[in-house]
């Protein structure tokens, strides 16, 4: 999602600046709108909010990322200071000098600095859309609009934890895999450039005819001992193409499309992604969030390009007048069951309600899923292991039996 830099003033007048991602210099001006902020100049930019840091660039690069779990610390600790009647500015000050990371830490103390020369907390929240996401922002904004900010950092902190509860299945399940996985490839690197060779040298003494299958080991063998310098680069560098052609707007929407496709994982992701959006809607509208706005926001923090386009599309039906029902139908992306809740969450005035039901709904799917995932994947594994002990039993033990019963024949 593109980036604007946007000038605008308060209500006082005094001008501000700022970063924001949106679809278009519209929908920032509407963001600003909603903020009780007016644009005076909005500008494409062309690079990326960067966290405000002493040092150098090398310096910059080597601070830590802000983890889930320091997020969802952190939501937790502003909660307890707002219901103890901790001001904001005190409050930042404080989680600034107490975090142990260094980049929470300096961006708690440049978003202090910038509610000081004037800003309010949730602007000062956008300037870093790599650590809080919009709808972060968005609900603290409802907070402060609502005085209940409080309860705006509670929902987070349940909202991060699901999150991260999400990630950690999803990682555990594909650990297995991935391992085993990691562990075929370098088995077959070192047969190929250590184990192969030996055999072939053996088999070229005795001068005898070697069946195909030896034939296409040692053909393989000899190529990748050749070429494994060659091999090696141009896989680094079509790694480093491919990560370069997933970042633009075509390269990241194709992937995201088809990696929803991918058999025994696609759906797995698919059902996680519609979870997050049904839970993030859901808790954006119980806060107070319009459902345009609600909708423009979850756009951006589903992570995967080709949802985000069908939730833009139910947007644009809904603000031309139709149905939530429809217009989600409509995506392809729901199920029956869940559209069914919707539109019953729609006609009786309990779209939040139903919404969080639908999450929940997904979520035990995923969790059903993710469970059957490892005895889905664990025969396919076998069945890969043990073709590749047929070629190396045809390919290396067959000539060694047909010549060991050649000498014993002589």
């Known amino acids: 999602m593109p980036q604007f830099q ?169 650990r297995y895999p991935t391992i085993v996985l990691i562990a075929i490839v370098m088995a077959l690197a070192i047969i190929n450039i250590w184990v192969i060779p030996a055999f072939a040298d053996a088999f070229a003494r005795f001068d005898a005819e070697l069946p195909w299958a030896t034939q296409v080991l040692i053909a393989t063998s000899d190529f990748t001992v050749k070429w494994w310098r060659e091999m090696l680069i141009t896989g680094i560098a079509a790694l480093f193409a491919i990560r370069f052609w997933m970042r633009t ?48 926001v979850i756009a951006g923090v589903v992570n995967n390009a080709y949802v985000s386009e069908r939730i833009l599309s139910m947007r644009d039906g809904i603000e031309s007048g139709d149905s939530i029902a429809r217009t989600a139908a409509a995506t392809g992306l729901f199920t029956p069951l869940v559209l069914q809740m919707i539109a019953i969450g729609e006609e009786t005035g309990a779209v939040d309600s139903l919404l969080r039901e639908t999450a929940e709904h997904y979520e035990r799917e995923v969790e059903y899923e993710l469970k059957r995932l490892a005895d889905a994947i664990e025969p396919i594994i076998i069945v890969i292991i043990g073709i590749m002990v047929l070629i190396l039993a045809l390919g290396v033990f067959l000539p060694m039996w047909d010549l060991s019963t050649a000498v014993r024949g002589n």
């Open 249 to 296: 707007d075509k390269g990241e929407y194709f992937v995201s499309r088809y990696l929803l496709k991918i058999p025994l994982v696609g759906n797995i992701l698919l059902k996680a992604t519609l979870g997050r959006f049904a839970r993030s809607l859901a808790i954006a509208l119980e806060s107070g969030v319009p459902m345009v706005h609600a909708l423009t």
């Open 6 to 174: 946007y000038t605008a003033r308060n209500r006082r007048g005094e001008p501000m600046d700022g970063l924001m991602e949106a679809d278009s210099p519209e929908a920032v001006a509407e963001q600003l709108f909603n903020t009780n902020l007016t644009p005076i100049d909005i500008r494409e930019s062309a690079g990326r909010v960067e966290v405000k840091a002493k040092g150098g660039l090398i310096s910059q690069w080597l601070r830590p990322r802000v983890k889930l779990d320091e997020l969802i610390m952190l939501c937790r600790q502003f909660y307890t200071l707002q219901k103890s009647g901790v001001p904001i500015l005190r409050g930042l000050t404080s989680l600034s000098q107490t975090t142990n990371n260094a980049t929470l830490s300096t961006t708690l103390q440049s978003i202090s600095d910038d509610i000081q020369s004037g800003r309010e907390f949730h602007v000062a929240l956008a300037k870093f859309p790599h650590i809080f996401s919009q709808l972060f922002v968005s609900l603290i904004r409802v907070g402060q609009s609502t005085g209940k900010l409080d309860e705006a950092f509670m929902q987070l902190a349940g909202y991060l934890e699901l999150e991260k509860l999400t990630r950690d299945r999803i990682k555990s399940a594909t």
